[in-house]
């Protein structure tokens, strides 16, 4: 079993800042990528941004310039660094990973509780 846990959301002013971090535990031998998606109420759930452990990253055209993601491939560790965050920015965060495990060859799909981000104007 993987488990993801997140933390660093909170309340936080327009233009702020926030860092949210994402660690992966349990049965992992590799992590193909981690990515955060987000959800607001009444809206569907939408990628925030995703890396590889090659490091390849892409974001959501809303986040671009103001977020940053980056995964520490020896901690099994994501990281988002949210920078002038707006009020749109306002959903619950979510972890992902695609996660081998030992003895097991086929990736398989994980996800955080989520951690909820609000971003008052």
């Known amino acids: 079993q993987v488990q993801l846990v997140e933390s660093g959301g909170g309340l936080v002013q327009a233009g702020g800042s926030l860092r949210l971090s994402c660690a992966a535990s349990g049965s992992i031998f590799s992590i193909d990528a981690m990515g955060w998606y987000r959800q607001a109420p009444g809206k569907q759930r939408e990628l925030v941004a995703r890396?590889?452990?090659?490091?390849?990253?892409n974001y959501a055209d809303s986040v671009k310039g103001r977020f940053t993601i980056s995964m520490d491939n020896a901690k099994n560790t994501v990281y988002l660094q949210m920078n002038s965050l707006k009020p749109e920015d306002t959903a619950a965060y979510y972890c992902?990973?695609?996660?081998?495990?030992?003895?097991?060859?086929?990736?398989?799909?994980?996800w955080g509780q989520g951690t909820q981000v609000t971003v008052s104007s």
């Open positions: 890396v590889t452990s090659g490091g390849r990253a």
């Open positions: 992902n990973a695609a996660v081998e495990e030992y003895y097991y060859s086929r990736a398989t799909d994980y």
